[in-house]
């Protein structure tokens, strides 16, 4: 079922494409992918909605939601890579395996994203067990995590995080986020780091 929040937004970004674009010009594939990227921003699509949800509100296979996502990204999307990742991490469960991290990137947009920084940065993720599973080894995802949030590298931030989750710290000024993530995890069930973003960002 489509549902729109705001129907008077959702009509003026139509108008406004069509004035740009000009009236016509829009193909069948291009009104989808506006029409899906509307609904992202301002119908019931809003939010960490996974493909599979939006598959069953839109009544379409998943292949073409995951397309349609990418394709909307790509058009129409004003979030950067920091933003998006943010957001992501921020909803799922983080797996530590052995000296790897793992999780789940269902956007296509952002997980190419990430493949690009992660290369600028001499480095790269595994996607070789499933495209949607994520994993790379807790010094590249300490990389990765400084690169996009600069705030990490700060040790008045990593105390303040410290703090908030009871973690001890060594004395002086050495300690760094890898240990920090390493100590966060040391106590969990499961090996699985829950909520590392949001005690990280909401501290």
Same mark, same amino acid.
């Given at each position: 079922m489509i549902i729109v929040s705001n129907k008077n937004k959702f009509a003026q970004e139509i108008i406004d494409i069509l004035n740009t674009r000009?009236?016509?010009?829009?193909? @069948?594939?291009?009104?989808?992918?506006?029409?899906? %990227?509307?609904?992202?921003k301002y119908g019931n699509l809003?939010?960490?909605? %996974?493909?599979?949800?939006?598959s069953i509100e839109l009544q379409m296979p998943e292949t073409k939601v995951k397309r349609?996502?990418?394709e909307a990204n790509?058009?129409? %999307?004003? @979030?950067?890579?920091?933003?998006?990742?943010k957001v992501v991490l921020? @909803?799922?469960t983080l797996i530590k395996k052995d000296d790897k991290i793992q999780f789940v990137i269902e956007d296509q947009f952002l997980k190419l994203g990430i493949c690009a920084k992660l290369k600028e940065l001499g480095h790269?993720?595994?996607?070789?067990?499933?495209?949607?599973?994520?994993?790379?080894?807790?010094?590249?995802?300490?990389?990765?995590?400084?690169?996009?949030?600069p705030e990490l590298k700060d040790i008045k931030t990593l105390k303040k995080i410290a703090k908030a989750n009871n973690v001890k710290m060594r004395d002086g000024n050495s300690f760094d986020f890898k240990e920090?993530?390493?100590?966060? %995890? @040391?106590?969990?069930?499961?090996?699985?780091?829950?909520n590392l973003l949001t005690t990280i960002f909401l501290c």
């Open positions: 000009g009236f016509g010009n829009l193909n @069948k594939n291009d009104w989808e992918v506006l029409i899906f %990227s509307l609904l992202k809003q939010g960490a909605v %996974s493909n599979h949800q939006i349609l996502a990418y790509l058009k129409y %999307s004003s @979030k950067n890579i920091s933003d998006s990742f921020e @909803k799922v790269h993720a595994d996607y070789s067990f499933n495209n949607e599973i994520v994993s790379m080894r807790i010094d590249v995802f300490v990389a990765l995590m400084q690169e996009l949030y920090l993530l390493s100590n966060l %995890s @040391k106590d969990i069930a499961s090996s699985t780091i829950v």
